[in-house]
């Protein structure tokens, strides 16, 4: 049974940096593409970030985008998202997710239900 765990969040001031991992076992981790969601209470499961199987696309939320970097080592089974210039509204419990869609199209990749696999989820808050 495959299974994703994440790590690295944390509380952190505005402006500040974060490192999540996302470790995977199994198979599935290097023959999938991979994605980052975030949820805060009250609110829906929200895309961030989405990653090709070998790495060569990436994709990004707007509201992420220049500031989040996805990425990830097929050979350690890890994916990683860099969070540079956090602000109060990243706040929210993160996820990753193994993407279980044939195909790839930016509606697939932003939808909760095109993954599968889903870790326990890592708390980041941004304190302003």
């Known amino acids: 049974q495959a299974q994703l765990v994440e790590s690295g969040g944390g509380l952190v001031q505005a402006g500040g940096s974060l490192r999540l991992s996302c470790a995977g076992s199994?198979?599935?981790?290097?023959?999938?593409?991979l994605g980052w969601f975030r949820q805060s209470p009250g609110q829906e499961r929200e895309f961030v970030a989405h990653?090709?199987?070998?790495?060569?696309?990436?994709y990004y939320a707007n509201s992420v985008k220049g500031r989040f970097t996805i990425s990830r080592d097929n050979a350690d089974n890890t994916m990683y998202l860099q969070m540079n210039s956090l602000k109060p509204e990243d706040t929210a419990v993160y996820y990753c997710?193994?993407?279980?869609?044939?195909?790839?199209?930016?509606?697939?990749?932003?939808?909760?239900?095109?993954?599968?696999?889903w870790g326990q989820g890592t708390q980041v808050t941004v304190s302003s």
């Open positions: 997710a193994a993407y279980a869609q044939q195909a790839s199209s930016l509606r697939s990749r932003a939808s909760p239900n095109s993954y599968r696999y």
């Open positions: 990653i090709s199987q070998m790495g060569g696309n990436k």
């Open positions: 199994g198979s599935i981790f290097s023959t999938s593409a």
